[in-house]
């Protein structure tokens, strides 16, 4: 089995797109560090006092990923890198380097000669600071072939421990992409030596496949991003390494089963919409079920709403889905709700007894929930934004719990001023979702029920287990 090791490059891309500020971009990296990702890729310093500073906060707060530093084509920029690196537990210097006609001429402003005498120098240069040295080769494919060969040696006699080659045009198809590496391997022998990553544009949406080509021809490293196609989403690697990984010979140390809860906590700071949540969107609004759809299919489209159900619950939740669909056809909203309403019954561990919420426009929001658990009955106040926001404290200052809030809806059930509402609430617990529902004239009561119900469900579970 061969070891596929992943480095993200959103932290960069985040600081080229000034997504994100100080704190959200050290949440990031913790988030990014707890799923073991092999290497973070940092953003270029500007040569401003809070870039060094960022990157120094780093090296005392990441315990178990690599942090790659660009390090630029002078000694002078390699300094201020390493300056800022040192104390990293596991430093890497990334050497960025154009190597195709265009790139050269028009970013570097180099000639063939000048951009690989700059090479061998900042590769020496840096070796001599750092022991892992990686040489990050822009649009690859587009060079021409003799010289890139040239650079590749270069870099590697004088010390590169690791080789990017880049697909930054994104215009090869996977098995074009294969035969070009395969090539490299052959002409340059040095690459047996040293670790080959690859890191392909997405804008054919063709990146992962070209990947897993590029693996099977020598490669052992891929670069990731969750912001624009400049490079193939995290979650697409760790989802073909899992669900393909054995039988191609590979496996990462990513911990993929984390990745899902997640991969929305990343977007959310991003400001930006994953592709799987953007999927369920478009699985609710646009997809509607028939009571001709078999077991097998509602039970595939409940597993993508993120569930995992017993048999016994798949049962249930088929039932109602079949007499609701033997009046009109389903759409994924409601089959959500018949999953909130009908899967995981459990015993009521927590009972509402009471709620009171004061909202205006001239004070701040508060929540006043009585629950009752074991006969004992017990009170939490809390402030919110919002009554919803605030009831939901008030639960969690009773109870003692806390669960990230996946989603929250309320939808009427019938019309007119006494409409009675539905809510359906999805709590995350260890990386699987529970679904409560409540139904009531009121909101805010029917929205309490709901976060009730699902949080009773992870209760039970625990105390199962």
Same mark, same amino acid.
């Not at 056809?329 to 007894?353: F, H, R």
């Not at 969690?396 to 007119?416: C, K, N, P, S, W």
């Not at 529902?437 to 805010?444: E, L, P, R």
């Given at each position: ?249 590979? %496996? ?34 646009g997809v509607a079920y028939d009571a001709n759809d078999s077991l097998a299919a509602i039970a595939d489209a409940v597993?993508?709403?993120? %569930? ?64 009752e658990k074991d006969g004992q009955t017990a009170e939490g106040i809390s402030f919110g934004d919002g009554p919803i ?77």
């Open positions: 089995m061969k070891k596929i090791c992943i480095t993200d490059m959103t932290l960069r891309r985040a600081a080229e797109n000034r997504l994100l500020g100080f704190k959200e971009r050290i949440e990031l990296a913790k988030l990014l560090d707890k799923l073991n990702i092999s290497a973070l890729e940092l953003p270029v310093l500007s040569g401003n006092k809070a870039d060094s500073i960022f990157v120094k906060t780093l090296c005392s707060v990441i315990l178990n990923t690599t942090l790659s530093q660009p390090a630029g084509l002078t000694r002078e920029e390699a300094d201020a890198a390493w300056k800022a690196l040192e104390k990293a537990r596991r430093p890497r210097l990334v050497i960025d380097a154009p190597i195709s006609s265009v790139q050269m001429e028009y970013i570097a402003r180099k000639k063939p000669p000048q951009m690989l005498a700059a090479i061998e120098a900042q590769v020496k240069y840096c070796a001599s600071l750092c022991q892992d040295v990686e040489v990050s080769f822009q649009d690859a494919t587009r060079a021409d072939e003799e010289f890139l060969c040239q650079a590749m040696n270069a870099a590697v006699e004088n010390g590169a421990t690791s080789i990017t080659l880049c697909d930054t045009a994104g215009v090869m198809l996977p098995e074009e992409f294969g035969a070009f590496l395969s090539n490299l391997y052959q002409k340059v022998p040095a690459l047996e030596r040293v670790f080959v990553k690859v890191a392909c544009d997405d804008s054919m949406e063709l990146a992962g496949a070209s990947t897993v080509k590029a693996f099977s021809v020598g490669a052992s490293g891929v670069k990731c991003c969750f912001i624009g196609q400049q490079a193939p989403r995290l979650s697409t690697i760790c989802h073909i390494l899992k669900a393909r990984g054995e039988s191609l010979g590979l %496996y990462t140390t990513a911990r993929v089963t984390e990745l899902e809860r997640t991969v929305n906590r990343i977007h959310s700071l991003l400001g930006t919409e994953s592709r799987e949540a953007a999927a369920a969107v478009q699985h609710d609004e597993r993508r709403m993120g %569930y995992e159900l017993a048999e016994d619950d798949m049962a249930r939740v088929y039932d109602e889905f079949l007499v609701l669909a033997a009046s009109k056809p389903v759409t994924g909203k409601e089959l959500d709700a018949i999953v909130a309403a009908s899967a995981m019954q459990v015993p009521a561990t927590y009972q509402l007894k009471s709620f009171v919420i004061n909202s205006g426009n001239i004070i701040t929001t508060t929540a006043s929930v009585r629950l926001d605030a009831a939901f404290k008030a639960i969690e200052q009773v109870t003692g719990r806390h669960y990230e809030l996946e989603d929250f809806r309320i939808d009427a059930v019938t019309e007119g001023k006494e409409a009675i509402g539905r809510a359906v609430v999805r709590l995350r617990s260890d990386g699987r979702l529970y679904a409560g529902s409540g139904v009531s004239t009121d909101i805010i009561g029917a929205a309490i029920r709901a976060y009730l119900g699902a949080m009773n469900k992870i209760v039970y579970e625990e105390k199962e287990v």
